[in-house]
């Protein structure tokens, strides 16, 4: 139900942004949001109190966001309060980031690497990942796990590149049970 919340609204949202040609406007607007609500806490549990009546919710929406947002994302904000989905406010505007960057063709890549990787390293990753994939631009996310042994493990949505050494060993172990369980049916 939730991911349904996030779509519908978040889909509003990014049509009414299409429509105004204001997604890069919009696009800021629900960046500062989103840190606003992840930076208060308190703000949340304020929002989401069964004993606060929608009607608070609403002027202290308002309060926050009045004049400092535009009235279509404060519109917005009002409405998911009205329908008692505040809850799910950080999910909306994460959806609908993701579909202005995918509307602008900006792909997010998470690259865990044994080591950390240099600069040269990185924008070659980069580099590679422009040439093979349908973004114009990537958001890079670099992590150093070092499980990994050697290689590294590119994430890019729900695709998923692993040319770890970790991997690698995994599977050829998995290769040689095979090949030893064959081998003991054999001498049977």
């Known amino acids: 139900m939730a991911k349904l919340v996030s779509k519908t609204y978040g889909d509003a949202l990014f049509e009414v942004a299409l429509e105004q040609d204001k997604l890069d406007e919009y696009w800021e607007e ?44 404060a519109g917005l904000f009002r409405m998911i309060v009205d329908k008692g989905r505040f809850e799910e406010a950080d999910a909306v505007l994460e959806y609908f980031m993701n579909r202005v960057k995918e509307h602008k063709h900006i792909g997010t890549a998470y690259v865990s690497s044994a080591v950390e990787l240099s ?19 990537f958001e890079m996310h670099y992590a150093v796990d070092s499980e990994l042994i ?39």
Do not use: W
């Not at 309060?63 to 535009?70: P, Q």
């Not at 695709?159 to 770890?164: F, I």
């Not at 050494?165 to 003991?184: F, N, W």
């Open 30 to 73: 629900a960046v500062s949001v989103k840190a606003v609500l992840g930076e208060n806490p308190d703000l949340f549990k304020l929002m989401t109190h069964p004993k606060i009546v929608k009607e608070e919710k609403i002027k202290i929406i308002e309060d926050i966001f009045g004049g400092r947002v535009s009235a279509e994302l």
């Open 119 to 137: 600069d040269a390293q990185k924008a070659a990753v980069e580099k590679r990942l422009l040439e093979t994939t349908k973004y114009v631009k």
């Open 150 to 188: 050697g290689g590294m493990v590119i994430r890019i949505g729900d695709r998923v590149v692993d040319s770890s050494v970790k991997t690698k060993l995994y599977d050829l172990t998995r290769e040689l049970s095979k090949i030893q369980l064959k081998a003991g049916e054999c001498a049977s």
